[in-house]
């Protein structure tokens, strides 16, 4: 089984320019989830969708940030534009929606690490 | 989200168990607690998850005391490869997905 996927591994940007994330969740898996970890600080939750919809996006910083899941498959977050503070590695995970009694493992991908110049 | 508190980081040698434990005063009645490990350059990989007493499987275990204030994953013998950073998450999770909180976790070094 293809685990969770993310395109780029690394992208530097100049500042004020846009750029485009994206995750590929593991097939079936209807939870996708963004987080990112800023240079010294702890990963950061940032939105939460079900399928194509947004569950939870009280992470996001500001609307700068776009994500989006059309037909509930992959996920692109795109910034822009793209600020100093925005560097840090972006994560994305995976789960699928929870039975009566199980718990969400999430399956994380390796992360898109962005350098904003 | 309970707050957890855990060593920033730790020193063992190839072939000893490695025990971290981890408070979270405030734990929640539904609450779980669950372990993640991260490798350098990959993202957070789940490791092991219990809500009370000893859970174990092929990677840990995870002792949990009675009052849950706090709990403590086990590594039996471990090896250059599990040096990693370790999370413990304390949070209910809910069929429609949950937002994981991490904190700083514990830096796990194992040398030969």
């Known amino acids: 089984e293809a685990g969770v996927t993310q395109f780029p591994s690394h992208s530097v940007i100049e500042k004020g320019q846009t750029v485009t994330l994206r995750c590929d969740p593991i097939?079936?898996?209807?939870?996708l989830y963004w987080y990112r970890r800023v240079m010294g600080k702890e990963i950061k939750f940032l939105l939460h969708?079900?399928?194509?919809?947004?569950?939870?996006e009280s992470g996001m910083p500001n609307n700068r940030f776009l994500a989006e899941r059309t037909g509930g498959t992959y996920s692109t977050l795109k910034v822009q534009p793209a600020e100093l503070e925005d560097s840090g590695v972006y994560f994305c995970?995976?789960?699928?929606?929870?039975?009566?009694?199980?718990?969400?493992?999430?399956?994380f991908g390796p992360g898109t690490r962005l350098t904003v110049l | 989200l309970a707050k957890t508190t855990q060593p920033i980081s730790m020193d063992s040698y190839e072939g000893q168990e490695v025990n971290i434990t981890c408070s979270h005063n405030?734990?929640?009645?539904?609450?779980?607690i669950t372990w993640y490990q991260q490798f350098p350059s990959q993202g957070p990989r789940f490791i092991i998850q219990?809500?009370?007493t000893k859970v174990t499987n092929e990677v840990a275990s995870l002792f949990i005391p009675a009052d849950r204030k706090s709990s403590t994953l086990s590594l039996p013998r471990v090896s250059l490869s599990d040096t990693a950073v370790y999370y413990c998450?304390?949070?209910?999770?809910?069929?429609?997905?949950?937002?994981?909180?991490f904190g700083k976790g514990t830096t796990l070094s194992v040398s030969s």
């Open positions: 995970a995976s789960s699928p929606l929870a039975g009566a009694t199980s718990t969400d493992t999430q399956y």
């Open positions: 097939s079936g898996h209807d939870n």
């Open positions: 969708f079900v399928k194509e919809s947004k569950q939870d």
């Open positions: 405030n734990i929640a009645t539904n609450d779980y």
């Open positions: 219990g809500y009370k």
């Open positions: 998450l304390v949070g209910t999770f809910n069929q429609a997905g949950t937002a994981l909180i």
